[in-house]
């Protein structure tokens, strides 16, 4: 039996390939994409489509994103479905770009693709007229003419922005090798970058231009005279902002320009009047007295020096230590105290005092609650020294109540500091009673009152609250044999009475009766 040939084609191969392909028809070629009893291997693939292989062993283009080079070729481009049939189903309008690594920004987002993916950009021969979104690579070059002629960098974005080419939007002088500063910032390009007549494209010069000295592009007015060295005296702000004028040495003289003297200009000191040699000696000569003469004596009139220096007015040399020489020595918190609170008032430094006393700087807080004896002429001194206003040194035995134990760890406050009844704090220094229940509490509801007082000392001291000077034996009841071991709360009972609980130390009876039955 003869079996035609077609049929045995139809038992071998599942389909025609598509007409990519179809020069691989036949038994003879079918090793060329398959591997013997194994589907098809991606290398057979890439043997051939060479255009995928080199930018994917670069891990570049679409084919070398994780999602797609880890996949078989077959799974997106199968074949033997006839030759008409789409090996590649490409969506030009919904495409991400993005996923090709080529980024589509500012204008190139505006584009059609076939302006880019077109024959005439792709540098494979081999594909050259058979694919048009393969083979591109992302050289500005590639696509637009280089209208610096190769003079600068291949990456035309080091400049350039993707919106427009002019201006260079990402181009910065400051990277160049010559930092535009002062007046040349605001110098046009095109007077440094000029045309070069000789290029066909009429290139303009951004390399090769001389600018290691000034006279590279600027006249030199002096004719050599003072050298090449043009910045030793002037500086790009202004040529006619001098640094040193005609170079001259100014610290060769008699006196040296220091501080804020180096940017007085000469004409401010070598005047018409002053002449080419002015006087010098003393800062009067030059600078009026802002001090209108409190510094000047009969004898002397002193000069600036003596607290300014030449690095500005405003600051001063005059220490703490010639501050102490003076009639008034700096001490404690008035070496914090800065010389504005003492010598500004009303926008004018002044420094002589008619009266060195407390009350020329500091208010009376205390008003008249102290007594003239304690508190002489408002001298604060008395009572207060100057490390710390609430360091107390007086000596409070001179008003007859002399502080011992808890007394002598009181603040003042909680004596003399009285809260009236509008809440406003009022200072008590005279008048006050000296007996105890004036501050503390008769716990005792008078048991012990003597002539209108009570004197706890009788029994307390000044160190705590116990008895301790306390003896039985004075009472009216001599403790003596088995009573000196009964415990106080046996016989002095707690009473309460209003509320309030206190003992009962005035018991009355002191018959036998009256305890024991």
């Known amino acids: 039996m003869m079996v035609g040939s077609g049929s045995i084609k139809a038992q071998i191969s599942p389909g025609d390939l598509t007409n990519a392909h179809k020069d691989l028809e036949g038994i003879s070629n079918c090793t060329k994409c398959h591997e013997l009893g194994k589907a098809v291997l991606n290398s057979k693939c890439l043997d051939c489509h060479t255009e995928i292989a080199d930018p994917l062993s670069q891990n570049k283009g679409y084919h070398a994103l994780s999602t797609v080079k880890n996949k078989n070729c077959f799974e997106c481009h199968s074949e033997h479905h006839g030759r008409n049939f789409e090996i590649v189903r490409f969506d030009e309008k919904n495409f991400e770009h993005d996923l090709t690594g080529f980024y589509l920004r500012g204008k190139h987002s505006k584009i059609k693709c076939r302006d880019c993916h077109k024959s005439e950009f792709i540098m494979n021969e081999q594909i050259k007229n058979s694919a048009n979104f393969v083979g ?208 500004l008032k009303n926008n004018s430094w002044f420094f002589r005092f008619s009266d060195l006393k407390c009350i020329q700087c500091h208010n009376n807080v205390h008003g008249n609650s102290i007594n003239e004896k304690f508190m002489p002429e408002n001298n604060c001194e008395a009572c207060h020294v100057s490390a710390t206003w609430n360091t107390i040194s007086f000596e409070h035995v001179k008003t007859g109540f002399e502080l011992l134990g808890k007394h002598n760890e009181t603040f003042c406050r909680e004596c003399h500091f009285v809260e009236k009844d509008d809440g406003q704090v009022i200072h008590v220094f005279q008048g006050l009673n000296k007996s105890c229940e004036n501050c503390h509490i008769d716990i005792h509801r008078g048991q012990f009152v003597k002539n209108g007082e009570v004197n706890c000392l009788e029994c307390h001291t000044n160190d705590n609250w116990n008895p301790t000077k306390f003896n039985h034996d004075n009472a009216k009841f001599k403790l003596d044999g088995s009573h000196r071991k009964v415990e106080c709360a046996k016989c002095h009972t707690n009473i309460i009475e209003d509320d309030q609980t206190y003992v009962n130390y005035k018991i009355g009876k002191t018959e036998c009766a009256a305890c024991h039955s």
Request: hydrophobic share 25%.
């Open 136 to 343: 591109l690579i992302g050289d500005c070059a590639l696509c637009h003419q280089d209208v610096h002629e190769n003079t600068l960098s291949s990456s035309c974005e080091n400049c350039h922005g993707f919106d427009s080419f002019k201006p260079a939007q990402n181009f910065s002088h400051d990277n160049s090798n010559f930092k535009l500063t002062g007046k040349h910032e605001n110098v046009d390009c095109v007077r440094c970058h000029t045309t070069d007549q000789d290029k066909k494209l009429n290139l303009t010069k951004f390399t090769g231009i001389k600018f290691n000295e000034c006279s590279d592009c600027h006249a030199d007015v002096h004719k050599n005279r003072f050298g090449q060295n043009c910045s030793s005296c002037h500086v790009t702000n202004s040529f006619k902002q001098i640094k040193n004028r005609n170079s001259f040495a100014h610290e060769k003289t008699n006196y040296p320009l220091l501080g804020k003297h180096k940017l007085v200009k000469c004409d401010d000191c070598h005047t018409p009047k002053r002449g080419l040699k002015p006087a010098y000696t003393n800062c009067f000569d030059c600078h009026k007295d802002y001090h209108k003469g409190e510094f000047t004596t009969a004898a002397l009139k002193r000069d600036c020096d003596e607290c300014h220096t030449v690095q500005g007015f405003e600051s001063t040399q005059f220490s703490i230590n010639e501050h102490n020489r003076t009639k008034f020595s700096l001490l404690g918190a008035h070496l914090a105290v800065p010389c504005s609170d003492c010598h």
